[in-house]
């Protein structure tokens, strides 16, 4: 993942904003203001609304063509990421054409959804599919969390060993 956020950084992005209900939301929306983005990395903005004021607010306070959309979806289904996302790609359409828009766009979805289809057909960039037995509780340890945060610039390495370090601390043999 981390070889991921290079090609998109050296690409020119300078901004993430991930389109996202709940669950796919939730994890980076706390990553991003706990350790917020190293330098050189994407500034990560988590839209997780359908207020057509902030989705315009967004739309206004960065450069959409130094912008990746991550479409991030479960389900592959919900109605305001779906949204979000048709908003967004019809914007950026228009800057630079049907044909080169798909490049602006990432999927995080399970496998089989119409998500991963809509990639596919579209042109994202990357389709990230998650194994489907990850429950949301866990979602910020699954490519959910953990692509937003290789963007942010995140240690993945580290991150992922401090959750495997706690996991052990909180085991049921362990004594408080």
């Given at each position: 993942m981390g070889s991921f956020a290079r090609e998109v950084r050296d690409s020119g992005y300078r901004?993430?904003?991930?389109?996202?209900?709940?669950?796919?939301?939730l994890g980076p929306e706390v990553l991003a203001k706990t350790f917020g983005s190293a330098t050189g990395y994407l500034q990560m903005i988590v839209l997780d609304t359908t207020v057509p004021d902030w989705l315009l607010s967004v739309e206004r306070s960065i450069d959409l063509k130094r912008t990746l959309f991550i479409v991030s979806s479960k389900s592959g289904t919900t109605v305001e990421t779906v949204s979000g996302y048709r908003y967004f790609r019809s914007v950026v359409e228009r800057m630079v054409g049907v044909d080169k828009a798909g490049q602006s766009f990432v999927a995080v979805?399970?496998?089989?959804?119409?998500?991963?289809?809509?990639?596919?057909?579209?042109?994202?960039?990357?389709?990230?599919?998650n194994p489907s037995d990850i429950g949301g509780r866990y979602s910020v340890l699954s490519y959910f969390g953990l692509v937003p945060a290789a963007l942010m610039g995140i240690d993945l390495t580290m991150l992922l060993d401090r959750a495997e370090?706690?996991?052990?601390?909180?085991?049921?043999?362990?004594?408080?």
């Open positions: 901004y993430a904003v991930l389109l996202g209900m709940g669950g796919s939301s979805t399970d496998a089989g959804t119409p998500l991963e289809r809509l990639a596919r057909e579209k042109g994202f960039r990357r389709a990230f599919i370090a706690m996991r052990h601390r909180c085991l049921l043999d362990v004594s408080p």
